[in-house]
């Protein structure tokens, strides 16, 4: 009999003695914290404990942080040349890496995310974010967007849980290095690491009122999108709010851009390096617990080497880490909460019950929290729910074609179109397939890589827009189209 060999892993937990986590927070407006008059608790989806109060903010908080990013752009920002924006901007990226353990035992807290991960990918590419902007500050007459490229204004910014710190940093580092002041607002469960960072722009002394945070949950959200005082809107999101904040600000003279929902298609050729796309199936799915945008949520495999990916994936799968994000050992963390959770949970229902064949990777899950073993769901049709929703969560659809046109045409047979990936050693081929696909960005031979120098968007319900490179700074400068 075959004898196989398992490792025992000693627990390694990062320490959370890190972090200084308040009883209650207010919100960050005009350089300063400030009160707010109803709270809600933050908590920690892996253990259910509440970490803190977090303010709700209602219109004259709305109000007041518009007016400080106001003041800030008329008085201060909008004055001062592109090199001294620059020089904070470079300021913010410096604080945020010497805090970068701070940041990435918060971020794993508040958001449920494998230590690993926070540490090792949120929090560095927050900081590269800020430090590709701020060499932008000074160079925007030699990017050509124009000769006299000028901001909006005051930009209003809806951010998701899914990765707090870098969605902040995806929104106000464009935004400042063009010269817009920032009201922005995080997830109603992930709003610690933007408070943090307001500690941090208060350390780089910003000049007050540049940066401004108010908490809260979606009516917080309404009310800055309606906010007549604010020139542009960037949320990341759901489709279905994006349709919302879209019809919002169609008859106003704001800007807007929308990140919003996937479902990629991972489609593996028979002639692609098999162990290496087991990997980028793994990193494509369960990355974050699946809670990503851009995850590659539908796996499309020539029917040749199904049974071979499919079993080997498995294997994979069953050494996935499942449990404490602290510790540096776990792969997959807690499900951000309760509500998404559920969601999961009642989509992979409607996958059992529309036929689809369901396989979970044998592991405990803990007993308090939000957890949900890696699956996959093999014997999957375009009609499915689960070929056809965004789950955003660690669920793999597995659907299978015979011929390249196949590929193709599963793969866009979606309404969405915000990234893909193929797997093949023949470059003809990913040439070919990548012309054919529809959408913002494609990953070959990998997956789920980022670069702030990239731009990174969606065709159909993925969204408006680019974030990164020179296209996402085009959404921060007025009169420039962003395609
Ligand atoms: P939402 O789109 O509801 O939330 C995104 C942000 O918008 C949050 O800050 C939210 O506030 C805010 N918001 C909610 N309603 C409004 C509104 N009417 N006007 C303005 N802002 C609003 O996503 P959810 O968190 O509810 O997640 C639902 C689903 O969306 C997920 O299951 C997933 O499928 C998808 N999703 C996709 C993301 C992506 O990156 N494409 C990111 C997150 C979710 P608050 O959280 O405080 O309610």
Redesign the pocket.
Known sequence: MEEKLSFEYAPAPESRALVTIKPKYGHFIGGKFVAGSKHFPTINPATEEVLSQISLAGKADVDAAVKAARKAYTTTWSKMSGKERGKYLFRIARIMQERSREFAVLETLDNGKPIRESRDVDVPLAAAHFFYHAGWADKLEYAGLGTTPKAHGVAGQ??????PLL?LAWKVAPALAAGNTVVL???????LTALLFAEVCQQAELPAGVVNIV???????????NHPGIDKIA????????K??AR?VATTNKSVTL????KAANIIFEDAAIDESIEGIVNGIFFNQG????AGSRLILQESIADEVIEKLKNRMAKIRVGDPMDKNTDLGAI??K??LL??RELSAAGDSEGAQRWSAPCDLPGKGFWFAPTIFTGVTQAHRIAR?????PVLSVLTFRTPQEAIDKANNTPFG?SAGIWSEKGSKVLWASQQLRAGVIWANTFNKFDPTSPFGGYKE??WGREGGRHGLSAYLKGVSHE
């Not at 908490?215 to 999108?225: A, F, N, Y």
């Not at 949320?235 to 994006?242: P, R």
């Open positions: 809806i951010i998701p849980w899914n990765f969605m607002k995080p997830a109603e469960t992930t709003s908490t809260g949950d979606g009516s917080t959200g309404v009310l800055i999108v949320f990341t999101g759901s489709t279905e709010v994006g919302i904040i919002a990140e919003l929902g996937g809670h990503v945008c851009c951000n909460s509500e998404q969601k999961i929703e965004e789950i955003f969560g915000l993925s969204g």
